[in-house]
């Protein structure tokens, strides 16, 4: 059964720096997310992407968080500098349309000392 | 506001009893909801969703019924098993084009052998 695959599960950085998190959808899906939680906390929405361009932001994803897809598979999440505010559990999804369900990947806990 | 609400952070049931998970939103701006299952370590798996227009929608041992005048929704897993085991969210798609999701807090079901 096709599924959203994550790298790496864990990553762990120092504050100030740059990370990216990795994600391949699942292939004909049209809709990339990312979402985040904290520990403890809510899942919380960052992004939502489709036909190559963001089409959706929340608050939480400021300046210092970009995403591209660079090639037909892959979607990516970088955090130019980390704070320690920024560790949490990072999932990808995807979905064929905006109206259907989201299919999650396993999440990246990222650690930021 | 959008919010989903899942005031019950814990649930412990026996095998083969039936489990209830209850949600509640704020507005009708939903159109449709969604239940997540998450294990630990393990990014989110849609369950069951349930749109506005309906009352129930069932799928195996899972039922989810929808009260829109309580603006209350309520998850059924009937019998429970201990493979249940997992937190489980309640999502709904924010109204408007890129329908990211909104998500409760999460209950953690245990079903005891």
Not at chain 2, 28 to 46: H, I, R
Not at chain 2, 55 to 76: I, P
Request: glycine share 6%; charged share 20%.
């Amino acid at each position: 059964e096709p599924e959203v695959t994550q790298t790496p599960s864990h990553q762990v950085t120092q504050m100030g720096q740059e990370v990216i998190l990795r994600c391949v959808p699942i292939s004909n899906h049209l809709y990339f997310y990312w979402y985040r939680q904290i520990l403890g906390q809510k899942v919380e929405f960052l992004v939502s992407f489709y036909n190559n361009e963001i089409s959706e932001k929340s608050e939480i994803f400021d300046d210092q968080f970009s995403v591209e897809r660079p090639d037909g598979s892959n979607f990516t999440l970088k955090i130019r500098s980390t704070k320690l505010e920024d560790s949490a559990m990072y999932f990808c999804a995807s979905s064929k349309g905006s109206y259907t369900e989201a299919f999650f990947g396993q999440g990246t806990r990222l650690t930021v000392v | 506001d959008q919010q989903v609400k899942q005031n019950s952070p814990s649930l412990s049931v026996q095998e083969g009893r039936i489990s209830i998970l209850n949600c509640d939103y704020t507005n009708s701006m939903f159109d449709y909801f969604l239940w997540y299952k998450k294990y630990p370590a393990e990014g989110p798996t849609f369950l069951i969703s349930i749109s506005s227009i309906k009352d129930k929608n069932e799928d195996g041992r899972f039922t989810v019924f929808l009260n829109k005048s309580a603006k209350h929704l309520s998850l059924h897993i009937v019998p429970s098993q201990p493979g249940d085991s997992a937190v489980y969210f309640c999502a709904g798609p924010r109204a408007g084009n890129n329908r990211k999701l909104i998500w409760g807090l999460g209950t953690s079901l245990a079903v005891n052998p």
